[in-house]
């Protein structure tokens, strides 16, 4: 048979291919290529040059075997594909040694999705080997070629985002024309819009805009408006590959919460895809979840964090501090005769104390550090960064503070003290160590006349 006749026979396979971007193909048994006469370039790509050349950091060890000819022609395409997981992968089924082993199991058609970058356009390919023996010289041959399956694989985004019932809205909006060149409807989206069913040739901005702004309310519909124009997508999906905004749509008998993603779904054409869900028992039940797990590291009578949310804020600080060598003090603090308060005026008024103190020891330690509320009317201090001397002269200006705060409740002034035990954190020992440190001092000083602070 003539050679030249056999090769023409086999690129009838591009009469199976749709949307032909590149041929090749390579004698496995010689390791070399082997031209063939009209056939089409490889995607566009040029031979490779040093940068492509760096490719080889990979570290396929077939790619040592195969010839400069061969290699250049798959380093080549390896360097268009996008994603470094499927490089890694073409590169291991398409070299010669790869495809070799293929053979060898009893495989004579391999195949390979990829995102690639082709004459500047970025497009998804399918590239695909057949393998099979000359006849006459018996040699393993490789036809090589890939083709464009951008329409297929946006068929499948978008059928896929249909069939998963999430999307209520899903439009396809060339940035060209600023049209929406496709859109589906869900029934809920229908019911609120009806007259969006038989229209045609929508303008995504205005007509879009003019639909929600009846469902928004006049600050957010402004807001909505600047994050879903084109200018605002665009600018957003350069840095990103899905830009999200979200808002709230208020229907006669309910307030939903709606999801907008956009992101590329045919670069080539100027397409973008975007799909619109209902997130509103999402974001109840995580704003619940929030709920419970603040609840659980919070005190719930004066909001300060309690013993658990002060475990792991701890846990931060003494890494910190022992990292950085920066000193640390912490100090005890308790309200001196609180029973008789309740005794006195009843726990209401104990529980108003609790809260104005606790409040006034947040704005005291508005960046210097941690408080927290540990049990009853004792409160526990972090200071990182801070000498004991010093921090002990912050408690003592605090102290003084409380002692003159008149608490009102109920027609009476409450009046109240404090003592505080402070200790330096020791970098050779442990936390546990210098707070027990400090609640010793705290009760040195509670046995020894009260409102004081020792350390």
Not at 237 to 259: G, I, N
Request: proline content about 3%; aromatic content about 10%; some cysteine.
């Amino acid at each position: 048979m003539n050679q030249e006749l056999f090769w023409d026979e086999h690129m009838i396979l591009k009469s199976f291919t749709d949307g032909l971007l590149s041929s090749g193909c390579i004698n496995l048994t010689e390791d070399r290529m082997i031209p063939l006469a009209g056939t089409v370039d490889f995607g566009g790509l040029e031979m490779v040059d040093d940068e492509t050349r760096n490719w080889s950091f990979l570290k396929v060890p077939s790619l040592k075997k195969q010839n400069p000819d061969t290699r250049d022609l798959i380093l080549a395409k390896a360097g268009r594909i996008l994603n470094e997981e499927k490089r890694v992968e073409f590169l291991r089924q398409f070299s010669v040694r790869g495809l070799l082993n293929a053979y060898d199991s009893g495989k004579i058609h391999l195949s390979l999705e990829a995102q690639c970058r082709v004459r500047d356009w970025c497009c998804w390919v399918m590239i695909q080997a057949e393998l099979f023996r000359n006849p006459e010289s018996g040699d393993l041959i490789a036809y090589l070629y890939s083709r464009d399956i951008n329409k297929q694989k946006k068929n499948e985004q978008i059928m896929n985002v249909i069939l998963d019932r999430s999307a209520d809205y899903v439009a396809i909006i060339n940035i060209r024309t600023k049209k929406v060149v496709f859109q589906y409807l869900s029934d809920e989206i229908l019911k609120a819009a009806p007259h969006w069913k038989y229209k045609s040739e929508i303008d995504f901005e205005k007509d879009m805009y003019q639909a929600l702004s009846a469902f928004l309310q006049e600050d957010e519909a402004r807001l909505v408006q600047s994050r879903t124009s084109l200018a605002c997508i665009l600018k957003e999906l350069e840095e990103k590959p899905v830009y999200t905004a979200t808002f709230v749509m208020h229907l006669p008998d309910s307030m939903l919460r709606k999801q907008v993603q956009y992101y590329w779904i045919d670069e080539l054409r100027e397409e973008i895809l975007a799909v619109q869900t209902d997130i509103t028992v999402a974001y109840e039940k995580e704003r619940q979840n929030e709920r419970i797990r603040r609840e659980a590291v919070t005190d719930p009578l004066t909001g300060l964090p309690n013993r658990r949310g002060l475990r792991s804020e701890l846990d931060q600080i003494e890494a910190r501090c022992k990292k950085t060598g920066s000193p640390l003090t912490v100090a005890m603090g308790d309200i001196d005769f609180f029973k008789k308060i309740n005794d006195s005026y009843g726990h209401e008024a104990g529980d108003a104390v609790l809260v104005r103190v606790a409040g006034m020891m947040l704005a005291f330690m508005d960046g210097r550090g941690i408080v927290s509320r540990t049990g009853g009317e004792e409160f526990f201090f972090a200071f990182p960064g801070i000498h004991l001397a010093e921090a002990k002269a912050l408690l003592e200006g605090f102290r003084e503070k409380i002692s003159r705060e008149l608490i009102p409740f109920d027609g009476s002034e409450i009046r109240i003290t404090m003592t505080f035990g402070a200790a330096a954190f020791d970098q050779k020992g442990t936390l546990h160590d210098v707070i027990q440190a400090a609640d010793m001092k705290l009760y040195y000083g509670k046995e020894h006349g009260r409102n004081q602070v020792q350390g």
